[in-house]
């Protein structure tokens, strides 16, 4: 079966930097798209940034971009998250997700399967 696993998440000054990383295994990693989204408490699930299956395309979130940094390793069935400048407002569990097809759309209903979660704190 296809499984997500996040890790890298914690706390940190507003300003500071995390990289969350997602494993997948279970399916042909190179072959599809992956996303990260994040939830932050009482809000609904919002998308972060998306990349297609080479990593030669991205794209983000207007309340990310040029801060955050999605990009993945092929060889190691993983997808990363580098996160600068981080703000208050980016506290959030933070969520892979791996797409249906080569691409994927910055929306959820096109993303089949997801991680657990990794819970990302920022204080001011």
């Known amino acids: 079966q296809v499984q997500l696993v996040e890790s890298g998440g914690g706390s940190v000054q507003a300003g500071g930097s995390l990289r969350l990383s997602c494993v997948v295994s279970?399916?042909?990693?190179?072959?599809?798209?992956m996303g990260w989204f994040r939830q932050a408490p009482v809000k609904e699930r919002e998308f972060v940034a998306t990349?297609?299956?080479?990593?030669?395309?991205?794209y983000y979130a207007d309340s990310v971009k040029g801060r955050f940094t999605i990009s993945r390793d092929n060889a190691k069935n993983t997808v990363y998250l580098q996160m600068n400048s981080l703000k208050s407002e980016d506290t959030a569990v933070y969520y892979c997700?791996?797409?249906?097809?080569?691409?994927?759309?910055?929306?959820?209903?096109?993303?089949?399967?997801w991680g657990q979660g990794t819970q990302v704190t920022v204080s001011s």
């Open positions: 279970g399916r042909t990693f190179s072959r599809y798209g």
């Open positions: 990349i297609n299956w080479s990593g030669g395309n991205t």
């Open positions: 997700a791996a797409g249906r097809e080569m691409w994927t759309l910055p929306d959820s209903r096109d993303h089949a399967y």
